[in-house]
């Protein structure tokens, strides 16, 4: 009797293992799959700039703006800079002003969300950092003549709504915080589209490695300009040098490199789907910012917030069954 229960147990523990097996498989498939792959690409790219958001707010009083975009870009050419040395990239390039364009937007998209993280509340400076999107939507059909249907159009007004259920932004702060929120938004879709025509002509890795040498020379001037003319430091176009400190090492650390894999998976997010279908998936940010911040002491969720957040997730089901349709059509 023992003995059969054991022989039944295994045959159902072999049976188990099978439906694991093949689960994971076609997981693996979908994730390689060239009609997910972008979807997939962004999802890792959100968690990733999820940690540099909750990273980079718990250094507000200590750093400012410049100097968070100086060591988080510094810490991203220290990781990627012996990668590109060991495997040199394979490519036919002949697009440098297009790549450096991407580079100085990319900074000055960072530039003005870092401002943002550090004197509005985080779940508002993403808030306003994702309206790209909805920039990304509207450059997308003026200057390239995409469009993707009525229905990834609502996914995307969907998503925006439920971002905006979840954190609730705040108007009560200074004008110039939503003006530079909303720059953030802008130029950032700006930078996302630049990444659609790069890729073909450049490895992911140069992509960031033009982003990072822009982000690590922008404030580096910054500071020469502080100490050779004396101009005063203003924390943002100015800066001065100041040293981590103890367990600032860690947090500057865990933004570099957080930031360094969110920004290596967007790129290849954008080159492997259109903007439109992309762009909507970044809102999966909020989703993980939500969690990332009961982790370290937030609040559950009110029902608004659930609200949100069933609300992006329907967007990107919205966004996966268009492209399921269209590959069976």
Same mark, same amino acid.
């Given at each position: *009797? ?35 792959? @972008?979807? %997939? ?10 940690? *540099?958001?909750?990273?980079?707010? !718990? ?41 450096? %364009?991407? @580079? ?19 779940? !508002? ?6 309206? #790209? ?50 720059? #953030? ?17 450049? $490895? ?9 040498? !822009? ?7 910054? *500071? ?37 894999? @969110? ?9 492997? $789907? ?19 911040? *009961? ?6 969720? $009110?029902?608004? #917030?659930?609200? @949100? ?21």
């Amino acid at each position: *009797m023992f003995f059969e229960e054991k022989r039944n147990a295994g045959c159902c523990c072999g049976a188990a293992d099978e439906n694991i097996i093949l689960l994971a498989t076609r997981f693996t498939a979908m994730a390689i799959d060239k009609k997910y792959k @972008g979807i %997939f690409f962004m999802l890792l790219a959100a968690l990733g700039f999820s940690i *540099m958001g909750g990273a980079a707010k !718990s250094l507000k009083g200590s750093f400012t703006a410049g100097q968070l975009v100086f060591y988080r870009n510094l810490v991203g050419l220290i990781v990627l800079l012996p990668g590109l040395l060991i495997r040199r990239p394979v490519q036919p390039g002949g697009k440098f002003l297009r790549l450096a %364009f991407r @580079g100085i937007m990319g900074t000055i998209a960072l530039y003005t969300l870092l401002y943002c993280i550090l004197h509005i509340p985080l779940g !508002s400076a993403m808030s306003y950092n994702l309206t #790209s999107a909805i920039f990304i939507a509207i450059f997308s059909f003026l200057l390239f003549g995409e469009y993707h249907g009525r229905r990834v159009l609502f996914a995307v007004l969907l998503g925006f709504v439920g971002m905006l259920l979840i954190y609730k932004p705040i108007m009560h702060f200074a004008w110039y915080y939503h003006l530079t929120g909303l720059i #953030s938004g802008m130029v950032s879709a700006i930078a996302y589209l630049t990444l659609g025509r790069l890729a073909g002509y450049y $490895d992911p890795r140069v992509i960031v490695l033009s982003f990072l040498t !822009s982000g690590f020379l922008l404030p580096l001037l910054s *500071m020469i300009i502080h100490y050779t003319t004396g101009a005063n430091a203003d924390g943002l176009f100015i800066i001065e040098w100041r040293w981590p400190q103890g367990v600032e090492w860690l947090s500057m650390a865990i933004l570099g490199l957080a930031a360094l894999f @969110g920004q290596y998976f967007v790129t290849k997010a954008y080159g492997a $789907d259109k903007a439109g279908i992309v762009s909507s998936i970044g809102y999966a940010n909020i989703v993980f910012s939500v969690f990332i911040g *009961m982790a370290l002491g937030d609040d559950f969720p $009110d029902w608004m #917030s659930l609200s @949100g957040i069933l609300c992006i997730i329907s967007s990107g089901v919205i966004i996966s069954l268009v492209k399921r349709k269209a590959a069976t059509t």
